[in-house]
């Protein structure tokens, strides 16, 4: 560009190098590193692409991995800083649910132990607001500890209790649970005596953990702040109409069936679930 306006000797003697090098360097073929490079550039563009700019070196190299190229983390986090790519960071979250001080909570089954050895052994539970121009769209989600992925959620501009024991009835109907554990904060929607009697008819076992410790329901954190990180940060909804197709498309279309989780080996939680079904893992006795 800048030929147009200066001679090359100029240049090179202002930079401090040599017309011929400059020549040699133009001419010079690059080498089989360089035009690998460029190649993977390309590929790990594509993957932060699919990924709605979401995933960062470790996500995209577990990505090249299962896609069988031989490729160290360190060259991809490399050629993503030359790219400018990063992945998303996440937010505080607000907490949405309050605790009603007449009710018994339930106990504390997992005393932050939150690892299953098997799907439908634990459930998280947690409610979320997302926020539009015309008001609130309350989100409340069940998510399986062992594969992460959400089992049931229901959507609703209220947060009465029905909102709860909804999302608590779809993980019931798609998974058919028997004995799972049901952990929670001490909200007013989860020590309902609604709730608790669809708990008693369902089978499911309600635990709580302790009031305003954000780490006893830890994981359920977790994935609002995915949410509010990878969706509602880049998206401004004008009513809750516009949000709920949105957030659908992010549970279903994205999170459970191609969101890559650390804390399972980089896989989906639909994958990983494949993969723990193919191991035959026994039941407990």
């Known amino acids: 560009m800048n030929r147009a306006f200066h001679r090359v000797a100029t240049m090179c003697r202002v930079l401090g190098v040599s017309p011929s090098g400059y020549y040699a360097w133009r001419t010079r073929v690059r080498s089989p590193r360089q035009r690998g490079d460029q190649e993977l550039t390309a590929h790990i563009e594509a993957i932060h692409e699919r990924s709605r700019g979401t995933y960062g070196a470790p996500r995209v190299h577990a990505k090249l991995r299962d896609e069988g190229r ?12 030359r790219r400018g790519l990063v992945g998303e960071t996440r937010r505080r979250w607000t907490v949405t649910t309050r605790r009603a001080g007449e009710r018994r909570p339930a106990p504390d089954l997992l005393e932050r132990e939150f ?6 052994e634990v459930y998280v539970a947690d409610i979320t607001y997302v926020p539009t121009w015309a008001g609130f769209l309350y989100l409340a989600a069940v998510l399986d500890a062992c594969t992460r992925r959400v089992v049931g959620w229901a959507m609703a501009t209220h947060l009465r209790t029905e909102l709860v024991v909804a999302a608590l009835e779809m993980a019931i109907v798609q998974r058919r649970p028997e004995g799972v554990i049901h952990h929670s904060d001490q909200g007013c929607q989860y020590t309902s005596l609604a709730f608790g ?6 089978g499911v076992r309600p635990s709580m953990g302790s009031v305003g ?5 830890a994981m359920a954190e977790s994935f609002f702040a ?16 516009e949000a709920r197709p949105a957030i659908f498309e992010f549970i279903e279309g994205w999170y459970n069936s191609h969101r890559r989780h650390s804390a399972i080996g980089y896989h989906s939680p639909l994958n990983y679930e494949r993969r723990l079904n193919n191991r035959k893992i026994p039941p407990k006795v």
């Open 70 to 81: 031989c490729v160290g983390r360190k060259r991809v986090a490399r050629l993503m800083r």
């Open 115 to 120: 690892a299953a050895e098997r799907p439908d």
């Open 213 to 217: 410790d954000c780490y006893d329901n």
């Open 197 to 202: 009697e669809r708990c008693r008819t369902a």
């Open 226 to 241: 995915t949410l509010e990180c990878e969706l509602l940060a880049h998206h401004r909804f004008r009513d809750p109409g």
